[in-house]
């Protein structure tokens, strides 16, 4: 598929500013996943650094390839941090957590020197809102911030229960349509009690590396 050969180019291209001896925080997802599968790769050739994953599914991953994994208590200063989205702006907005991570993913993003998105051309839009928020709440929490987002939007569910994060929070997937000020829906959302993150990532994002066929495009902030 086109979308798999535009996140393999993404993630390769992110993968050169690999040097070693950083400390690289992981992200989740299908996209990352192409990211640690590239440093997986020079890892067993020699390359020596350490992760910090952002999910017990990226950590699985990265130590099938013998990567040195810290956990985020332990990292310090993050010297890069590649990781996906969910869909970004050019002005280099992004919703992210549709994997449920978004959580460990904004804390190791804000620890970081370096924030490099990875992409396929599908995710970039003129504005954001199409895929809809996730927002992280504290589970007792849930039916009061429902009520307090006040817009459509549904508590995740997996295999018939509300889905759980590794914190052991829920998710409310929250449709705002399009989002005309993603900084001013950053503040209101951190306002509100009973939520513990959301998956809109704002002023975060140093660059995106976006797969456009054959090919790469860099956005830059």
């Not at 699985?60 to 993050?78: F, K, M």
């Not at 992280?136 to 039916?143: G, L, Q, R, S």
């Not at 513990?196 to 790469?216: D, K, N, P, Q, T």
């Amino acid at each position: 598929m086109q979308s798999d050969l535009e996140k393999e180019n993404a993630a390769q291209a992110a993968v050169e500013l690999v040097v070693p001896g950083m400390i690289i925080g992981l992200g989740t997802g299908s996209t990352a996943a192409c990211a640690v599968h590239a440093i997986g790769r020079r890892v067993k050739e020699g390359l020596c650094v350490q992760a910090v994953p952002t999910s017990a599914q990226t950590a699985a991953l990265a130590e099938q390839y013998g990567i040195p994994l810290l956990s985020i208590g332990a990292a310090g200063t993050i010297d890069l941090t590649i990781d996906g989205a969910d869909e970004f702006t050019e002005s280099l907005h992004l919703v992210k957590g549709g994997g449920g991570a978004l959580l460990k993913e904004k804390i190791v993003a804000v620890k970081s020197r370096r924030v490099v998105i990875i992409t396929d051309a599908s995710k970039r839009v003129a504005a954001l809102g199409k895929f809809w928020v996730p927002v992280e709440v504290v589970p007792d929490a849930a039916a009061y911030v429902m009520r307090q987002l006040a817009v459509p939007g549904a508590l995740r569910q997996k295999d018939g229960q509300p889905f759980v994060t590794e914190q052991g929070n829920h998710i409310i997937d929250a449709d705002f349509g399009l989002i005309q000020d993603a900084p001013e829906l950053d503040r209101w959302l951190n306002n509100i009690v009973g939520v513990v993150e959301h998956g809109l990532f704002v002023g975060i994002a140093s660059s995106v590396i976006m797969g456009e066929g054959s090919g790469v495009r860099i956005f830059e902030s």
